[in-house]
Nanobody, 119 residues
Framework: QVQLVESGGGSVQAGGSLTLSCAAS????????MGWYRQDPGNQHVLVAS???????DYSEFVKGRFTISRDNDKSTVFLHMTNLKPEDTSVYYC?????????????WGQGTRVTVSS
């Protein structure tokens, strides 16, 4: 099992910045990718950004150039640095960790942290 605890959400005005943190603990050996998702209006989780154990990053088109994902050296904490925030970035942001135990895929979620951007 992997436990994920997010922090750093809050309220900010448009154009401002926030940094989200996700602290992971437990069976981290089973994880190869960590990322951030957010809820769309249909309550589906939409990928915001991800980072692999090798440091390969992926970003959705709507955050490229504004958000940066990174992780600390022991790979237990992932950060999402968000700049030039827009009202449409308002959402609940969820930390995700995925990988495999043998041939069985595993997928873990944090409890979510709310980001509110006012115009």
């Amino acid at each position: 099992q992997v436990q994920l605890v997010e922090s750093g959400g809050g309220s900010v005005q448009a154009g401002g910045s926030l940094t989200l943190s996700c602290a992971a603990s437990g069976s981290l050996w089973s994880v190869n990718t960590m990322g951030w998702y957010r809820q769309d209006p249909g309550n589906q989780h939409v990928l915001v950004a991800s980072i692999t154990n090798d440091g390969i990053t992926d970003y959705s088109e709507f955050v490229k150039g504004r958000f940066t994902i990174s992780r600390d050296n022991d790979k237990s904490t992932v950060f999402l640095h968000m700049t030039n925030l827009k009202p449409e970035d308002t959402s609940v942001y969820y930390c995700n960790a995925r990988g495999a135990v043998g041939q069985v895929p595993v997928n873990y979620w944090g409890q979510g942290t709310r980001v509110t951007v006012s115009s």
